[in-house]
């Protein structure tokens, strides 16, 4: 079965920086889109970034803050956030996606897998 295994979630005040992790098991992720939504309260969920193939793809509001890397095996994908504003707080969750392919990245409902979830919450 398909896991994903998030991390690095916690409490920073505004300007600090966080890097979640997720770790994907249960086959060779090299091929899928692989990246992170999150979801503020009473909010939809929001497109962050992801990653294919070497590419990065980030939204507007996160872009130039927030980097997303892949390991080299490809199952691991990292958020690396900086520069933190009180405005990121919610539970982000890495997905993935085995289709591949970079249209509509920022479609919640193309990625058929999803983390549990971790809490970032910015203090002002």
């Known amino acids: 079965q398909v896991q994903l295994v998030e991390s690095g979630g916690g409490l920073v005040q505004a300007g600090g920086s966080l890097r979640l992790s997720c770790a994907a098991s249960g086959r060779s992720f090299s091929n899928y889109v692989m990246g992170w939504f999150r979801q503020a309260p009473g909010k939809e969920r929001e497109f962050v970034a992801a990653s294919w193939r070497g590419g990065r793809y980030y939204s507007d509001s996160v872009k130039g803050r927030f980097t997303i890397s892949r390991d080299n095996t490809q199952n691991t994908v990292y958020l690396q956030m900086n520069s933190l504003k009180p405005e990121d707080t919610a539970v982000y969750y890495c997905?993935?996606?085995?289709?591949?392919?970079?249209?509509?990245?920022?479609?919640?409902?193309?990625?058929?897998?999803w983390g549990q979830g971790t809490q970032v919450t910015v203090s002002s």
């Open positions: 997905i993935a996606d085995p289709k591949g392919g970079t249209m509509g990245l920022d479609v919640a409902t193309r990625y058929d897998y």
